[in-house]
């Protein structure tokens, strides 16, 4: 039987391959391009932070190297808000949408994208995020790796 250590082990080791695969099914079609360094840090951290499990810092992560890509390489716009850079890319709308619930609290009752349980389950709500922050990962990749500023 496996010890709690582990399982803990086991477990960062399977979100660590699927962090790979991600990557690797994202592709790398323009490797002429040039990528923000930025960008490329906090692909670090996220990487970090989806091994741990942390699906909030995740999703933020992920919105802030999509950002930084955008800013440094796609349009060296340093002024305009994200929505503007984005255009009516839906999943960049969905990222910045969900970063935003995350980041500015909203008042007690408001519906929240974040909430999927009672709020008295704190741990089952965390657990309940980590479809999005797999969602928030494929993203980045596709746009920094694939997509570019479409």
């Known amino acids: 039987m496996l010890e709690r250590a582990d399982l803990e082990v086991s477990l960062r080791a399977e979100r660590d391959r699927w962090f790979s695969l ?3 099914e994202a592709g790398r079609k323009h490797r002429d391009r040039c990528y923000s360094t930025s960008a490329l840090l906090y692909e670090i951290d996220i990487r970090l932070a ?3 499990g942390a699906w909030l810092s995740v999703i933020v992560l992920a919105a802030a190297a999509i950002e ?8 060296e716009d340093y002024d305009s808000k994200a929505i503007v850079l984005y255009g009516e890319n839906d999943e960049l709308r969905w990222l910045r949408e969900l970063r935003n619930a ?3 609290v909203s008042k007690p009752g408001t519906k929240s994208s974040l ?3 009672a ?3 704190l741990q089952a709500c965390q657990n309940a995020l980590e479809p ?6 494929s993203i980045m990749f ?4 694939v997509s570019g500023a479409t």
Do not use: G, S
């Open 22 to 24: 991600a990557f690797t």
């Open 50 to 52: 989806f091994c741990a």
């Open 142 to 145: 596709r746009t920094i790796y």
């Open 102 to 104: 995350i980041l500015h």
């Open 115 to 117: 909430w999927k349980h």
């Open 132 to 137: 999005e922050a797999k969602r928030a990962v």
């Open 68 to 75: 930084a890509q955008f800013r440094h390489v796609y349009t």
């Open 119 to 121: 709020p008295n389950d």
